[in-house]
Nanobody
Framework: VQLQAFGGGLVQAGGSLRLSCAAS????????MGWYRQAPGKQRELVAT????????NYADSMGGRFTISRDNAKNTVYLQMNSLKPEDTAVYYC???????????????WGQGTLVTVSS
């Protein structure tokens, strides 16, 4: 089982980016999915999470309503739409998912490889 994130890049302040992260491999079920980020010299922090069935989203207060998380359960994919980007949003963005693999009876936490978002002023 692996998670692969896409969509990072360089964008000017005020611009938008859409990140995606797909889970693949011998998957039985994917529960909560989410995005975290780590800026240079800082600890990794929560951006947003989303549940599977109700698609209930939870956002870190600091995101200020500029980000929207969504998911496609059929594709085991989570998205993060980021609008009105600021230089302080520059970070490596990581996706995370709680996945039950085939043949397993429990969920494990899996992380993607990270995708770099750079916002220029």
């Amino acid at each position: 089982v692996q998670l692969q994130a896409f969509g990072g890049g360089l964008v000017q302040a005020g611009g938008s980016l859409r990140l995606s992260c797909a889970a693949s491999g011998p998957i039985f079920s994917v529960a909560d999915m989410g995005w975290y980020r780590q800026a240079p010299g800082k600890q990794r922090e929560l951006v947003a999470t989303i549940t599977r069935r109700l698609r209930a989203a939870n956002y870190a207060d600091s995101m200020g309503g500029r980000f929207t998380i969504s998911r496609d359960n059929a594709k085991n994919t989570v998205y993060l739409q980021m609008n009105s980007l600021k230089p302080e949003d520059t970070a490596v963005y990581y996706c995370k998912a709680d996945i039950r693999s085939l043949g397993s009876s429990y969920y494990g936490a899996y992380w993607g490889q990270g995708t770099l978002v750079t916002v220029s002023s």
